[in-house]
């Protein structure tokens, strides 16, 4: 009953999708259709996500008052025109998967976060750091960074809740250390946002099961939830639907993939004591040539993993 819909800065290189024309089209049909929507600002003129979160090519070269500028100057724009557009979106994510933080630049200075952990003591990281991820160097910057979005976010929608989102909805450690460390340094949310992925998570830990992954992420909504005094969404999940050759995977690996998210529907919903407010699903329309965790099939029709979602309500 709600649709998530990413933002880019300036996507002319990638056909345009996921900027503010594209983003208004997709929201003005999800409100004909009476679906709640969220609004998911990346600050990147493509994919942020742990890998990568660069800056727009237009904010590059800007001091740090100017980036700030920018950054809130995007964010009022896109909500100005969904808010012209009559949509109200009931939650905005201020950055995506922001756990090396956003808007990277090689100059410390300048950057909210950007250095493989490699190239600096660890004093301030989780204990289960890996040296395959980049993880915040500069929290003042990183906070007001947050912050600034967030006061924007206000500035047009005051009842819009703010989501700052991580990956890796397992990790209790990551998510306690890296909002111990925005509170510390400013940032501001009104609900944490999270990815769970049982599929990826065992590919970085071998041995570590589906149901675990799970289970520890209840366990992480709980915790966070209490020590923080906030709610908590699962921003985007997703369950194996194609074979190692982009095809349809067998029935066998769509039922186990609709017993997951079967079960992630419940315990969020049943086991989180009120805090988890919803789950949406990254993205399900996606044909198995293109995306090996979505859940359509190649001609563009549901497989039995959505059925998760009917038979939860």
């Not at 039922?255 to 399900?284: D, H, M, S």
Request: hydrophobic share 40%.
């Amino acid at each position: 009953d709600a649709i998530r819909i990413r933002v880019w800065v300036d996507p002319s290189a990638h056909g345009n999708w996921c900027n503010v024309d594209d983003v208004v089209v997709k929201a003005r049909r999800a409100k004909a259709l009476g679906m709640d929507v969220m609004i998911d600002f990346h600050y990147s003129d493509w994919w942020a996500d742990p890998a990568q979160q660069n800056k727009p090519a237009s904010w590059v070269g800007k001091n740090l008052a100017d980036l700030k500028d920018a950054l809130r100057e995007h964010t009022v724009n896109v909500l100005r025109a969904l808010k012209n557009a009559g949509v109200t979106p009931k939650w905005v994510q201020v950055g995506n998967e922001i756990r090396p933080g956003m808007l990277w630049d090689k100059d410390k200075a300048l950057s909210g976060a950007s250095y493989n952990v490699e190239e600096r003591h660890l004093k301030d990281a989780p204990a289960n750091a890996s040296s395959k991820v980049v993880y915040p160097v500069n929290w003042a910057n990183l906070g007001a960074f947050i912050t600034t979005g967030y006061d924007a976010v206000k500035s047009v929608f005051a009842d819009a809740i703010v989501i700052v989102h991580l990956d890796n909805g397992w990790d209790s450690g990551l998510f306690n250390w890296f909002f111990d460390e925005l509170k510390k340094n400013g940032g501001k949310w009104d609900m944490i946002g999270m990815s769970l992925y049982p599929y990826w998570s065992r590919m970085e830990k071998p041995g570590y099961k589906a149901d675990d992954v799970i289970t520890d992420c209840i366990k992480n909504i709980n915790g966070l939830g209490t020590k923080y005094n906030c709610d908590v969404m699962v921003v985007e999940t997703g369950v194996e639907c194609a074979d190692d050759q982009g095809k349809l995977a067998s029935a066998a690996v769509l039922a186990e993939g609709k017993r997951q998210l079967a079960r992630i529907l419940k315990e969020c919903r049943e086991n989180t004591n009120g805090r988890c407010k919803g789950v949406f699903y990254w993205e399900p329309e996606c044909k198995p040539s293109q995306y090996r965790l979505g859940a359509f099939t190649e001609d563009g029709r549901p497989t039995m993993i959505m059925d998760a979602f009917g038979e939860s309500n």
